[in-house]
């Protein structure tokens, strides 16, 4: 795990320079020039800040899944890129059913009436989206969020604006799943709004256990969750995709696992983004953001260890986009032996141009890759029949590298229509216009 050590001696034998970066202090926020160092197989970011001294933090537990960026010169300075948008987030409401003690948004609880729900007016929304449709050319993935996005009066409007839209790629609800599992007439309303291949949710999954829930939602919602996975599964003819979002802590480290083969069971269930805790919004005085602090091989080594040899650390590469610390991803195929690492079948180095700059890329894609195209053929495999693990680190003051937000694909729209970096926009930091 990771952990803080005041003024680490570098002069140490032991640790070798990896690079430099800007960082932030995190007592006060300020930028602060770091170094990143390799130690006794694991990553520290080392710090110091005039006025509140040296700051240390584990980044990586294992210098294996840290990964040197193409992206940096010698020099340490960035070639030249235009950054790619792989999903364009927006709040469409500032108001949720819940309040989770650890909501990167802050979002204030609503009554439930709708007079007091904070919506975005729709077509404020959809100048938003042109805006970053004619800067960009397109958005691969939009993703609604907020606040809880189903409680936007006109969510179903904005999904015919979204799904019929040729140039956005895929729309994604990220959601708590309250008032889909408990509204049936939202439920069939949204069962009649979905087109198949435009439209999936991104449903808060943070376990099958009991501990760790009240820690990040405040109360127990497995049963909510639950009865929407049985309720999306009806939706058209194979159901409403889901990508589950789970948050890592201590607590449910190692769950994961035992969430991936829950998930393997439903068709409907495409995938796992996995997500360790991070200071932001609500969370930034909550204690889980003081390290030791749960980092990207802190949960491959729980995916690695749980699972059952079915996973090695070359599953589990990072995504050729913007930064390699940014995005963790791997994918299981679910064969008559049971799930299968889809590396046997194919070769992820010649995939990374097939899947480089977006995240919305399908099996024929991949299938372009293989190694044996006659074996993977041969498996007649469809969509429900893979499974996306993606690992998807946040960043807080504590693991704060500039570097990685010049390369941010992961982006939020802002009320002027410009993007921001995700981590950036989030952070609480005063410069940050939102």
């Not at 990167?104 to 975005?120: D, E, L, T």
């Not at 509204?183 to 999954?205: C, E, I, N, T, V």
């Not at 994918?331 to 977006?358: C, F, H, M, N, V």
Request: proline letters at 6%; one cysteine or more.
């Amino acid at each position: 795990m990771s952990h803080v050590i005041a003024d680490r001696d570098l002069s140490s034998k032991n640790a070798s320079h990896l690079k430099h970066t800007t960082s932030r202090c995190p007592s006060c926020y300020a930028s602060v020039a770091a170094e990143v160092i390799e130690s006794d197989g694991r990553v520290f970011m080392n710090r110091q800040c005039d006025e509140h001294g040296g700051f240390s933090a584990c980044i990586s537990s294992d210098s294996r899944f840290y990964h040197e960026d193409p992206g940096l010169s010698a020099k340490g300075s960035h070639s030249p890129r235009q950054n790619p948008t792989c999903i364009a987030l927006i709040e469409v409401v500032d108001s949720c059913n819940l309040s989770c003690p650890t909501c990167f948004a802050s979002s204030p609880r609503s009554s439930g009436k709708s007079a007091s729900i904070a919506a975005v007016p729709l077509e404020e929304l959809k100048q938003r989206i042109e805006h970053v449709v004619a800067d960009k050319g397109s958005i691969d993935i939009l993703q609604l969020s907020g606040g809880e996005p189903t409680l936007h009066p006109q969510l179903m409007e904005l999904l015919e604006y979204t799904q019929n839209h040729e140039l956005i790629g895929h729309t994604l609800i990220n959601t708590n799943g309250v008032r889909l599992a408990k509204d049936s007439d939202f439920a069939a309303a949204l069962s009649k709004a979905f087109k198949p291949g435009r439209l999936q949710l991104y449903l808060q999954f943070d376990g099958r256990q009991i501990s760790g829930q009240k820690e990040l939602r405040g109360a127990d919602l497995r049963e909510i969750r639950k009865r929407v996975i049985e309720v999306t599964a009806k939706m058209g003819c194979q159901g409403l995709p889901i990508t589950l979002a789970m948050t890592i802590i201590p607590e449910n480290l190692n769950q994961i696992w035992d969430t991936i083969e829950f998930g393997l069971a439903y068709n409907h269930i495409r995938g796992i983004t996995i997500q360790p805790f991070f200071s932001s919004g609500r969370s930034v005085h909550h204690k889980k953001t003081i390290p030791p602090k749960i980092n990207v091989a802190d949960i491959a080594h729980s995916l690695i260890e749980n699972s059952k040899g079915i996973l090695t650390p070359e599953d589990l590469p990072p995504l050729p986009c913007g930064s390699p610390n940014c995005a963790t991803i791997g994918y299981l195929l679910k064969t008559a032996k049971g799930p299968e690492s889809l590396r046997k079948y194919i070769d992820y180095g010649q995939a990374s141009d097939k899947i480089k700059d977006r995240l919305n890329f399908n099996l024929d894609d991949l299938s372009k890759c293989s190694c044996s195209p006659t074996e993977i053929d041969s498996l007649n495999v469809s969509e429900s029949q893979t499974f996306r693990i993606s690992i998807k680190p946040f960043m807080d003051a504590w693991s704060w590298d500039e570097d990685r937000i010049k390369q941010c694909c992961t982006h939020v729209i802002r009320k002027d229509g410009t993007l921001d970096s995700f981590c950036r926009y989030y952070s609480g930091y005063p410069e940050v216009i939102k």
